[in-house]
């Protein structure tokens, strides 16, 4: 009996190995290869927790309606507001104004309506912000005809916006740097209807008192300015706001343009619910039993079908 010798088979020649350094696994064998490290990838997956997640955020509008009636006659060119260091139209101060104030409302609903010798509505009352500044900033002076400004025009058109609308509070912001020269409807008159609905007015006469410095082109193409004598109707604006229970503002500059958006913003401020609701479907059990089923799957092949296959 020999000690110490480990146990070996005999070969007369290694040349009978070469034939096996080839043989690769069959197409069987990878597919089975290939779902054994797939059902592990999705068990790994699993343990991971994965979840579907669906957010709902249910916004209710606090009930007020504010319609924004701004003035685009070509009056508005006077550059009397510095904004940022730079010297700006009437129109230019009142848009970033007013951008200001939507953002700052997100859960009023608003609307555009402009003029000049006739009013349009340029937005219609509503909640989406994103499509109202999306409004706001496309109103250029040159749009409309900008020779004359239709006030008694443009309070109507935003009381119509308003009068079938069952809101806590119903408002007109109206901005205008001129006097009723246009339009078949009286201020007052649409005032006296503007106060029958219940529609409260607020008043902005925009501009520098006194002269206002408006640009102008000389015969050469050079860019200057003359002196515009101011002529704001600073009466129907009062008695428009007087009539309705609203205010008359001047903004003759930037801090007393924003002061006046700022107490606006104060005084018609009513509390809205926002209500969020977050559900999620856990993943997890589809995860494991994929990945279960794949190995087992992959068993069953390897010993009954494909048992033979390398």
């Known amino acids: ?61 606090s009930g007020v309606d504010i319609v924004v009636a701004i003035d685009l006659s070509g009056s508005m060119r006077a550059e009397d507001f510095e904004l940022k260091g730079e010297r700006v139209n009437r129109l230019a101060m009142a848009k970033s104004v007013l951008e200001r104030f939507i953002r700052e409302r997100p859960n009023d609903r608003i609307g555009l309506v402009a003029f000049a010798t006739e009013a349009y509505t340029a937005a219609p009352l509503t909640l989406d912000h994103d499509f109202l500044q999306k409004n706001l900033e496309r109103l250029e002076l040159g749009t409309i005809q900008e020779q004359s400004t239709a006030i008694g025009s443009a309070l109507s058109t935003s009381i119509n916006r308003l009068r079938d609308l069952d809101s806590k509070s119903r408002i007109v912001v109206l901005m205008t740097d001129g006097q009723n020269n246009a ?5 007052l008159v649409a005032a006296d209807a503007a106060a029958a609905l219940g529609v409260k007015v607020y008043t902005i006469g925009v501009g520098t008192r006194g002269e206002a410095l408006v640009p102008a082109v000389d015969v050469f193409g050079r860019k200057g300015y003359q002196r ?14 007087e009539k309705t229970g609203g205010r008359y503002y001047r903004a003759d500059n930037a801090e007393r343009f924003q002061s006046i958006y700022e107490e606006i913003d104060r005084l018609e401020k009513t509390k809205a619910e926002v209500q969020k609701f977050t559900q999620y479907e856990e993943l997890f059990p589809w995860f494991v039993s994929t990945g279960f089923g794949l190995l087992l799957l992959e068993l069953l092949l390897q010993h009954t079908v494909w048992r033979r296959l390398p």
């Open 228 to 241: 515009q004598q101011v002529d704001i109707d600073e009466d129907t604006l009062t008695a428009i706001a």
């Open 183 to 187: 339009g078949s409807i009286d201020p």
């Open 1 to 61: 009996m020999l000690i110490g010798k480990s146990p070996a088979f005999l070969y007369s020649s290694v040349g009978l190995l070469h034939g096996l350094t080839g043989v690769r696994r069959s197409r069987a064998g990878r597919f089975l290869a290939a779902m054994h490290w797939l059902g592990l990838a999705v068990l790994i997956t699993a343990l991971a927790q994965p979840r579907l997640t669906s957010s709902e955020t249910s916004i209710q509008a």
